[in-house]
């Protein structure tokens, strides 16, 4: 028995309440080396004063990584609290306990020791902070309003192109403004997402806007706070939500608490609202080296001190404000991985005491376990979990690595948060999917089918729908294609049959089980519970493939003479 491979770690995402009485636990075993779990537990007083009998159940073995199998049971605690270890028996049928003071040898005396077991003194539905049920119904599409569409020419900015001409530049400016989202709600909701996802639509100089100068004001090349709430009303109207994207972790330089730094140095009432490590700020004339820390490397974007409560209690206001005057449905938070989680709970604590559903999602580019939960976020961008997708498509991923890596990020969280994790293929920060996949519209289809078959929020960056190309920023933010031709335009339709799909489904792909299988050159994605089965079949070879004959298609492509071609996928119903 590999005992280096065991582990299980309570009031973790080992451990998840999904409802008052109702836990869910999961263990971790080496591979191919565990044979069953079983659970014993009880409640704690009850049994120690010999009034109830430990209870005893199996755990279903669940997902396996590259190196790790999962098991995992739903356990009913009448009373809330319960104590709890592990019963394992290996391949050999020897077998071992497991409990909170490590390994025990499996005797009577042992399972009567209190001491063996972990333990949970209270399962609060409360401290499960169980994200808003409409998120995992929900099919996102990102904006990035400055390329979107040009509703009202007369907020233009002095030195705009025409809508889609020349080449992206970093300085590049359109015209996009809320007005022009506006206009659309009525093709997205033909489309049938039912989330939108604005980038910061805030007072800044940059056409991106992650360099805010007022986060009270809507940037008057977008529009005003009218556009804005006609926006959110009519997006709401059409059953969409709406979420807004805040920058906290730096300010732009043009903010008037960062002039009034440079303007005032030490006497300024905001030098404490930044890290600076010099005086005048700016560089040292020596090393050339910044004396205040920035995002990244960036000089026009100063980083905030959130550990200072005057800067805390401006940024709640910020938050609350646009939820309170206008009705928006869930933040986004950038580079939310680099400021104090301390700050977060305060922040997502006043969120939900003023709007109880709000789905609060933080920026992170990696594994993030500490930021969701424990009074801070619902979910991260789910980048961990997307990006070995474009590997897997492209060839630089095998299957069974693509499998294990893949398992592994949907046990990084309590299942709960796992549905509410936002997954996309592609953002305003990465290479447009087309692109990416180098052109190839098979593999194109095929990677989105995979998204929408896993546990999360899905979400579609702007154009995606129409094959809209573009690699790394500033490319990957053109101009919003409104004149498809045919070959976009059936792509369009694939998409929207596929978000239809998606939302039709969406309970039961929160709810039922995921399992993998390989067959020589194609991966198998099968979602089970007990009325129906799903199948999404993927030939990630380079040859063609029979296609599946029964049960029929739900949707496909890549499927020819009854072939399944490279790079395309089927999807069924059973």
Not at 8 to 27: F, G, N
Not at 108 to 115: E, K, M, R
Not at 548 to 560: E, K, N, R
């Amino acid at each position: 028995m590999q005992l280096a491979g065991i582990s299980h770690r309570p009031e973790s995402e080992d451990t998840a309440v999904l409802a008052d009485h109702q836990l869910q636990v999961r263990i971790q075993t080496a591979r191919d080396d565990i044979a069953q779990v079983e659970l014993l537990f009880a409640d704690s007083y009850l049994w120690q004063e010999g009034t109830t009998d430990l209870q005893r159940m199996a755990l279903a073995p669940g997902l396996a990584t590259q190196s790790n199998q999962y098991w995992q049971a739903t356990l009913t605690v009448p009373t809330n609290r319960v104590v709890y270890a592990f019963l394992l028996t290996d391949t050999a049928g020897r077998t071992i306990g497991y409990g909170e003071g490590g390994f025990f040898a499996d005797d009577p005396t042992n399972w009567q020791t209190v001491a063996n077991y972990f333990h949970m003194p209270y399962l609060h539905v409360s401290d499960a902070e169980l994200p808003p049920a409409w998120v995992k119904d929900t099919v996102w599409y990102q904006i990035f309003p400055e390329r979107f569409a040009n509703g009202d020419a007369h907020n233009d900015p002095a030195d705009v192109q025409p809508w889609g001409a020349g080449t992206v530049k970093r300085d590049s400016f359109y015209g996009g403004d809320l007005a022009g989202i506006t206009e659309h709600l009525d093709d997205l909701a033909a489309l049938g997402v039912n989330g939108l996802y604005l980038c910061p639509i805030f007072a800044s100089p940059s056409n991106h806007k992650y360099d805010t100068i007022d986060h009270f004001e809507i940037d008057p090349h977008f529009g005003t706070k009218a556009d804005f709430q006609a926006l959110v009303e009519g997006a709401h109207d059409r059953g969409m939500r709406v979420m807004l994207d805040a920058v906290f972790n730096h300010f732009g330089e043009q903010s008037p608490q960062w002039q009034d730094v440079i303007k005032h140095g030490q006497q300024s009432r905001f030098a404490d609202w930044f890290h600076i490590h010099g005086w005048p700020v700016g560089r040292d004339p020596q090393t050339h080296q910044l004396n205040y820390e920035t995002f990244a490397t960036g000089a026009a974007m100063p980083k905030v001190n959130t550990q200072n409560p005057a800067v805390q209690a401006y940024l709640i206001d910020v938050t609350k404000y646009w939820v309170e005057q206008f009705g928006i449905d869930a933040w986004r938070f950038d580079v939310a991985d680099e400021v104090d989680h301390g700050f977060w709970r305060q922040l997502c604590g006043a969120l939900r005491a003023v709007k109880p559903d709000i789905y609060l999602l933080g920026e992170s580019w990696h594994s993030s376990q500490a930021l969701v939960g424990n009074g801070q976020f619902n979910a991260v961008m789910n980048y961990p979990l997307t990006q070995p997708i474009l590997a897997l498509f492209n060839g630089k991923l095998s299957l069974s690595d693509y499998v294990g890596k893949t398992n592994l990020e949907l046990m990084m969280y309590r299942q709960p948060n796992q549905q509410a994790m936002f997954n996309a293929l592609d953002t305003h920060d990465t290479p447009r999917l087309l692109t990416t996949l180098h052109d190839d519209l098979t593999k194109f289809k095929s990677a989105l089918a995979l998204l929408m078959l896993l546990p999360g929020s899905p979400c579609v960056y702007y154009g995606t729908e129409v094959a809209m190309v573009g690699g790394a920023d500033p490319d990957n933010r053109r101009c919003m294609n409104w004149h498809p031709d045919d070959q976009a335009q059936q792509v369009r339709e694939f998409v929207t049959a596929l978000i239809k799909f998606r939302r039709q489904q969406a309970d039961f792909l929160a709810a039922s089980t995921l399992t993998w299988s390989i067959e020589d050159q194609c991966l198998t994605l099968t979602r089970t519970d007990a009325e129906q089965t799903i199948t999404g079949r993927f030939n990630l070879g380079t040859t063609a493939v029979a296609a599946t004959t029964t049960p029929a298609s739900l949707m496909a492509a890549g499927v020819v003479g009854g072939q399944l071609t490279a790079g395309g996928f089927e999807l069924t119903l059973a």
